[in-house]
């Protein structure tokens, strides 16, 4: 019995750390050193998501970085569905651990992003059903708005709802809760932007600004 429960706490934080690391993994300043955009950093917002990466005018490197803050997220889900035979308790920690790792990267001091992406990877394959819901109300309302923080924020917000409707199990209520929150609170700026009418539109450029201190 020792023995057996040794195991599982090792599967538990490899599938912690493990996802926390794979959240860790700064895409969209990878692929913007390497594309020769420079620092996503000195760009926009500051921000290391893929909306802010999409102002440095670079559309290919926007696609890589969502493709790949949303596919740590992912990676991050099926490395704990593999090792403890899909418990959903366990998919939920480690979704939620990746999604930590990207807010509060440890390789860029903690200084993340603001998650919206690995959110999505996270739902999609924790509990795809609320992962397209959400997907499908980010796209209607930037299509509608073309204000990515909106949509982002409409999603988040009916996340826990639509995982309520589509009768998910309580881990991953959770999972959408947690996420949500984080999300609300890294937009703080955005909300305050939007409720003055400032926050700008998608693919709009801004001008460069010095890396920010807090958590952009």
């Not at 949509?151 to 959408?176: E, G, S, V």
């Not at 926050?199 to 709009?204: D, L, R, S, T």
């Amino acid at each position: 019995m020792q023995d057996l429960a040794a195991a599982t706490y090792v599967t538990l934080a490899i599938t912690l750390v493990g996802g926390y690391l794979l959240g860790s993994i700064p895409f969209g300043l990878i692929a913007t050193r390497l594309g020769g955009a420079g620092d996503i950093r000195q760009i926009g917002s500051g921000n290391i998501g893929a909306t802010n990466v999409l102002r440095s005018g670079r559309k290919d490197l926007a696609a890589i970085t969502l493709l790949g803050d949303a596919g740590k997220g992912v990676l991050a889900v099926i490395l704990a569905r593999v090792l403890t035979h899909d418990t959903a308790l366990v998919v939920a920690l480690a979704g939620g651990a990746a999604f930590l790792g990207h807010l509060f990267p440890v390789w860029l001091k903690f200084k993340g992003g603001k998650g919206v992406a690995t959110f999505y990877g996270v739902l999609l394959a924790a509990c795809w059903p609320v992962g397209v819901l959400a997907a499908i109300t980010w796209l209607a309302m930037a299509v509608f708005f073309r204000i990515s923080s909106l949509a982002a924020l409409t999603a988040a917000a009916l996340a826990a709802p639509f995982a309520l409707a589509t009768d998910q199990p309580y881990p991953m209520l959770a999972l959408a809760l947690f996420m949500a929150v984080l999300i609300f609170i890294r937009h703080r700026e955005n909300i305050a932007r939007l409720l003055k009418g400032e926050e700008p539109k998608i693919g709009k450029k801004k001008d460069a600004a010095p890396p920010v201190t807090d958590a952009p």
